[in-house]
């Protein structure tokens, strides 16, 4: 049996809101769950829809879960609401921010846990961020969604803060391909997100901006977009390894 999804009011998230506050000055009061459920604070948004406190291994498990779970609302009446995204960060909290062995939480920036619309943070949200990836490009981006739902990678973050990349499927899915390791199952780390190396992921973002000024990479496939890049990203192509052995 699940929990029926709800939605934090105007009060609600303005508790929350000082909880996220008191955490990072050092508290290490219990969770306010209570929120969740009282009607002072917080709603059902849906009489049959239920959401289970089940532990999920990486954000891509946890993406698809919410994508498949909240299909039942139209698109318009998930996005942007701050309600429903409050509620199941603070739902899920001790998976977003785990306690450590002191019972200390750091929830880090408000708009990792409260949605804000701007573009340049709404992808900071640990759960809608996510979700919004899969929704855009189901599981072909590992390189987004690998880790722990806490975790947020410089992948992510350089990619997911520009509005024209995260949007494009061309462009997410070449990253992946240079920048995931298949035969590990993880981002490859050290040198790929090194600021200015050549074929790092600084330097993809600044080829490919340029390229999108003489290239229509909406309508290309990340292996095209692979193509079009110069020979200091050949380090870092799929199957290169095995095309020097």
Not at 20 to 48: H, N, W
Not at 70 to 77: R, V
Not at 176 to 182: A, G, K, R, T
């Amino acid at each position: 049996m699940g929990d029926p999804v709800g939605a934090l009011n105007e009060k609600g998230i303005q508790k929350f809101s000082e909880f996220l506050t008191e955490l990072r000055e050092g508290s290490t009061r219990q969770t306010p769950m209570e929120l969740l459920t009282d009607p002072s604070y917080s709603s059902k948004i849906a009489d049959k829809s239920e959401v289970e406190d089940r532990l999920f291994n990486n954000k891509l498990e946890m993406a698809k879960y919410l994508y498949e779970t909240l299909q039942i609302f139209p698109q318009s009446q998930i996005d942007q609401n701050f309600g429903l995204w409050s509620w199941l960060s603070l739902y899920y909290f001790n998976q977003v921010c785990p306690a450590s062995k002191s019972g200390r939480r750091i929830p880090g920036r408000e708009c990792r846990h409260i949605l804000d619309l701007d573009y340049r943070r709404y992808y900071y949200h640990l759960l809608v961020g996510p979700y919004n990836v899969y929704r855009l490009h189901g599981e072909k981006v590992p390189l987004l969604m690998s880790g722990p739902l806490y975790e947020t990678s410089r992948y992510y973050l350089e990619l997911s803060a520009r509005q024209g990349f995260i949007t494009n499927r061309g462009i997410i899915e070449a990253a992946n391909l240079l920048y995931f390791d298949s035969e590990n199952g993880k981002p490859k780390r050290g040198p790929a997100v090194t600021t200015r190396k050549p074929g790092a992921l600084i330097r993809f973002i600044d080829v490919v901006q340029q390229l999108d000024l003489t290239h229509d990479l909406y309508s290309m496939t990340g292996e095209e977009v692979v193509a079009l890049l110069p020979s200091e990203f050949d380090e870092w192509r799929p199957n290169q390894r095995l095309l020097k052995l």
